[in-house]
Nanobody, 123 residues
């Protein structure tokens, strides 16, 4: 059973930075970050393959966020810089044990999920 525990959320002012962490147990093939703002559907932020570390970012976060993984610790990170108020939301760590990585809503059912960590960016 895959278990994911997020941490690192908090409140920052626009332009600030946060680093989210996700500790995982069990074999992981793909790890990703999703987020959900109040009244909005969940959206993909970034993903990384554990085998070759290929990454992908949503257009809204390109150049500002960096996804990475410490294979020795089986931990996923999301470094978030130049944060904007629209980045506010609950951030969820997600992982698969097979199949393609994807940020599509069609992929949501393929992921194991953490409980989320809140990120609030004030203007």
């Amino acid at each position: 059973q895959v278990q994911l525990v997020e941490s690192g959320g908090g409140s920052v002012q626009a332009g600030g930075s946060l680093r989210l962490s996700c500790a995982a147990n069990g074999y992981i093939y793909c790890m990703a970050w999703f987020r959900q703002a109040p009244g909005k559907e969940r959206e993909g932020v970034a993903y990384i393959y554990t085998v070759d570390t290929v990454t992908y970012y949503a257009d809204s976060v390109k150049g500002r966020f960096t996804i990475s993984r410490d294979s020795a610790k089986n931990t996923l990170y999301l470094q978030m810089n130049s944060l904007k108020p629209e980045d506010t939301g609950m951030y969820y760590c997600a992982a698969t044990q097979g199949g393609l990585c994807s940020l599509s809503l069609h992929s949501l059912r393929n992921y194991y999920w953490g409980q989320g960590t809140q990120v609030t960016v004030s203007s």
